[in-house]
Structures are given as C-alpha cells and as structure tokens.
C-alpha cells in the first residue's frame, strides 16, 4: 500500500508553545488529508479535513485557532497546536487520500504538553 | 450522527482460538464499513472493507459480513496466531474509500498467548 509519513512520532513541549506536525504522503498525491486525535480508550475522533490549496474544513468542537492545518501541497499537510496547554496532550494521526480513494494513515505523533 | 460501537478490549486468546470482535453502527444511508488494524508502533492499516449490504470483505484469514439488517460488521478468524495481536478498529465512511472522513469505534486490543 501507499506510504504515510507523520513526523515527529513523539513530542513533549511546554506549555504556551506552539508545536508542528507534519503529514507527508511518500508515494502518492493526496488530494484530501484527514486529522484525527485520538484519547486514551476512546475513538479516533476527525478533527479536520483539508485539501491542497485550500482552507480546511473543522468538525463541531474544533478551535480552528488552536489546530492550525496547512495543506499547501499535494503532499504535505502540518498541523500547528498552537499556545498548547495540558489537555491538548493526546495521540494525533493523519490519513491521506489519493485517486484510489482508499485513506492510509501515518504513525499517529504522541504530543505531551508539560 | 454516525457512530460504531465495538467491543472492549483487550481480548486475549490463546493461538489457534476463533476469533469474534463485535462491532455495530449507526448511520444514515448506506456506509460503507472497514476494519483497520494497527500493530505496536505503526500506523493503522486496512484490514477489510465491504461497501454494500451482504457483501463480505476478506483478507489474512479474516472476514467480516455486512449486514444491514443487525447494523453489524463482526470481525472473525477461524484460527488467530500471535502475530494478530494488535488493536483492531472498526469504521464507516458514508462514502465509499473514506473521502468525507471517517467515523471510528474505540478499538480493541486483541493478544493472543502462545
């Protein structure tokens, strides 16, 4: 299958930074990006969907200043947390999609807010 | 809105066991319906996918059965090895490869014992 690189896979920052995370599809152009954030024992919940070239779209709930979502090309998508605090700590994991329209997932970046 | 709901974890079994995770949905139109899994410190990865009513998706042993009429897609395998231990999620998409994001059950982690 396509390859999805997520980078870094594991970050601690202090609180009222602001830190990056980076989303590359390797082998393919993903036309849309995903950014799901995931809470111990619970669901990979979707933040946010982007297409290259244009503003994302956020679910219900999601502070669009907060998580700041680029996708300026085909195949790089960041997502910024920005003034980061203790509860934004979490598992956050992208996916990718291409023309064949199946969604493959990076390694997921562990973000720990101290 | 959409929702899917699995079965807890984690589940352990012993080698050559059969194998059931449960999973139920709730969705407006006609989904379609995944199972990803996700082995210790990689991304997750399709597992099996069926798009329509009674379709069965099938892969490494596994298969999961879409029914429309109990809202289920029961993952099973007839026999499990050690190397099947990992988290398995159950997913939907209201179309067909994820396009629109996709909504996830919480996961279940599965160990199998020699």
């Known amino acids: 299958g396509a390859v999805v690189s997520q980078h870094p896979s594991r970050v601690i920052c202090k609180s009222g930074t602001s830190v990056k995370i980076e989303c590359r599809s390797l082998?393919?152009?993903?036309?849309?990006m995903f950014w799901y954030r995931q809470f111990p024992k619970k669901s990979l919940m979707l933040m946010a969907t982007?297409?290259?070239?244009?503003?994302?779209?956020?679910e219900q709930g999601v502070e669009k200043d907060k998580f700041l979502i680029n996708h300026a090309s085909l195949t790089l998508s960041t997502l910024t947390v920005t003034s980061a605090h203790p509860e934004d700590s979490s598992f956050y994991i992208c996916?990718?999609?291409?023309?064949?329209?199946?969604?493959?997932f990076g390694q997921g970046t562990r973000l720990t807010v101290v | 809105g959409d929702s899917v709901t699995q079965m807890e974890g984690p589940v352990t079994l012993s080698e050559e066991a059969f194998l059931t995770i449960n999973c139920t949905y709730t969705?407006?139109?006609?989904?379609?319906l995944f199972w990803y899994v996700q082995y210790p410190g990689e991304g997750l990865q399709l597992l099996l996918k069926?798009?329509?009513?009674?379709d069965k998706g099938s892969n490494k042993g596994f298969e999961a059965t879409y029914r429309k009429e109990t809202t289920s897609f029961h993952l099973e395998k007839g026999s499990v090895q050690v190397s099947d231990s990992a988290v398995y999620f159950c997913?939907?998409?209201?179309?067909?490869?994820?396009?629109?994001?996709?909504?996830f059950g919480k996961g279940t982690h599965l160990i199998i014992q020699p």
């Open positions: 996916s990718a999609i291409g023309d064949i329209s199946e969604a493959f």
């Open positions: 082998d393919f152009q993903a036309t849309t």
């Open positions: 982007s297409n290259e070239g244009s503003k994302a779209t956020y």
């Open positions: 969705a407006t139109g006609y989904p379609s």
């Open positions: 069926a798009t329509k009513a009674d």
């Open positions: 997913a939907l998409s209201p179309s067909g490869g994820g396009a629109d994001g996709l909504t």
